[in-house]
């Protein structure tokens, strides 16, 4: 079968930013594995150029934080380019607009179905299925797709599924164009519940550790934080929406007074604040990075 990947963002080796996600590229690895082919288009957001001398001085005026994760710092991703990644054949695609986090012009749109449609012409590939990720710009993308190749459509928010963005790039009237809708959670779809409609049942599209890895532990004896000693770890992208500084503070109030050891795995825009919470909850000898 043939899987078309509509995504944002996708692991680049040459490329690596620890604040980039590797899902996407998780799923296409393991649908490669199983016999597809698999195409991953990555429409990347790009900007006029003034936007990335901006950022460079910005960067050299000690802004990084700030401008970690916006992409504005390295012009990369400006250009088209194809790599191929453990058997899934990856393009960049760049789409240009003039806000983070803004819309795309309907010419931008309209533009990249043709661009899309056209590559694929040129390696001789006919999705059998198309699967987008993110909400902004793959929900439109994958509807005009799915119509051109007469084929399922499915589009899976991640956490970009807020009121005000659902609003403001239309995904009630976009998911119409679509089959199916995705969440990352059993949480998520009860709070889009409350302003999308959707047409149809929405899926959880769990990405977390795998139910077998931890079922032995249901019978096993549970620790309980009376016990002389506990041992925490905790991996991810040191990223804000992952919440490291509340797991971190709670950790230190919770374990107060006992013999524990919280070790992160990750690296990220978040790592040197992460370290002043720490120091903050008097945690230095416990908690480690």
């Not at 250009?79 to 054949?89: P, T, Y």
């Not at 119409?176 to 949480?187: E, N, P």
Request: glycine residues 6%; aromatic residues 14%; proline residues 4%.
């Amino acid at each position: 079968m043939n899987i078309l990947v509509l995504t944002n963002e996708y692991p680049y080796e040459k490329y690596p930013r620890a604040n980039w996600t590797k899902v996407v590229a998780y799923f296409a690895n393991e649908w490669v594995k199983m016999g597809h082919r698999v195409i991953a288009i990555v429409n990347t957001s790009t900007f006029p150029m003034p936007y990335y001398a901006a950022a460079k001085i910005a960067m050299k005026l000690g802004q990084s934080k700030r401008l970690a994760g916006t992409g504005l710092s390295d012009t990369t991703w400006t250009q088209e380019f194809s790599f191929n990644d453990n058997g899934v054949e990856v393009f960049n695609l760049p789409m240009e607009k003039y806000s983070a986090g803004g819309k795309y012009s309907n010419k931008a749109l309209k533009q990249q179905v043709e661009r899309i449609t056209k590559l694929l012409e040129a390696n001789a590939f006919k999705p059998d299925v198309i699967t987008g990720h993110w909400l902004n710009p793959q929900l439109y993308l994958v509807g005009e797709l799915k119509t051109y190749y007469g084929v399922k459509g499915t589009c899976v928010f991640h956490g970009d599924y807020s009121q005000e963005r659902c609003e403001k790039f239309h995904a009630n009237e976009l998911m119409k164009k679509v089959d199916h809708i995705g969440f990352r959670s059993a949480s998520a779809v009860k709070m889009a519940s409350k302003y999308l409609n959707f047409p149809f049942e929405p899926f959880v599209c769990c990405s977390g550790v795998p139910d077998e890895f931890i079922a032995h532990r249901a019978n096993a004896k549970e620790k309980t934080f009376s016990e002389n000693s506990y041992k925490v770890i905790s991996a991810g992208r040191l990223v804000p929406y992952k919440c490291f500084g509340v797991t971190i503070s709670a950790t230190a109030k919770a374990f107060k007074g006992m013999d524990y050891s919280f070790e992160i795995a990750g690296d990220g825009a978040e790592f040197e604040t992460l370290e002043t919470v720490i120091s903050s909850e008097d945690a230095n000898e416990k908690i480690k990075m």
